[in-house]
T-cell receptor, first 115, second 111 residues
């Protein structure tokens, strides 16, 4: 049972426009959410995160929105740049018992920003 | 870069042989994770550790075992490698179990 879902395998956007990547989750125990970016042949790198007590977090061109009632989060990239082309993973963290946390990832969305 | 090193970076092994992948950190983080990345599956958690000698299973733990005898080292062992374990393996570390930092990955091919 997939607890973190990224239903769009790919997204193509023009340079300068907004990129919106979506993520849905099913586990109501998740209390921290993260986005990672991954280039080919490299490890994922942390991009931005949000706690379940917030509904928005912004860092430069990147903004993450959280809608807890809908169990949905999204990553907005404005303006999009060709260097943003990568696979983006949504991840969520929950206490698996005894305050031991583990990160669960979605399948990823390949973002292509066209010049 | 977070102080995390995976070794080896590439390995080809034969079906049925044991394989051990090593993850070494210099950050003294509490949490260490092993993930595998496969096309169409994203990153799937194999095992994780929340302290020395404290480990737990992830969603795809069958065929894998782990050990953490020191804070800095987390070993992933494939007792008898199978072709289905051909994958890219990533180690990650985290101080709190939320934000995690990944290694460069180990590409394992089982022939």
């Amino acid at each position: 049972d997939q607890q973190v879902k990224q239903n769009s395998p790919s997204l193509s956007v023009q340079e300068g426009r907004i990129s919106i990547l979506n993520c849905d989750y099913t586990n109501s125990m998740f209390d921290y959410f993260l986005w990672y970016k991954k280039y080919p042949a490299e490890g994922p790198t942390f991009l931005i995160s949000i706690s379940s007590i917030k509904d928005k977090n912004e860092d430069g061109r990147f903004t993450v929105f959280l809608n807890k009632s809908a169990k949905h989060l999204s990553l907005h990239i404005v303006p999009s740049q060709p260097g943003d082309s990568a696979v983006y993973f949504c991840a969520a963290s929950a206490d698996s018992g005894g305050s031991n946390y583990k990160l669960t990832f979605g399948k990823g969305t390949l973002l292509t920003v066209n010049p | 870069d977070a102080g995390i090193t995976q070794s080896p970076r590439h390995k080809v092994t034969e079906t049925g042989t044991p394989v051990t992948l090593r993850c070494h950190q210099t950050e003294n983080h509490r949490y260490m994770y092993w993930y595998r990345q496969d096309p169409g599956h994203g990153l799937r958690l194999i095992h994780y550790s929340y302290g020395v000698k404290d480990t737990d299973k992830g969603e795809v733990s069958d065929g894998y075992s782990v050990s953490r005898s020191k804070t800095e080292d987390f070993l992933l062992t494939l007792e008898s490698a199978t072709s289905s374990q051909t994958s890219v393996y990533f180690c990650a570390i985290s101080p709190t179990g939320t934000e995690a930092f990944f290694g460069q990955g180990t590409r394992l091919t089982v022939v």
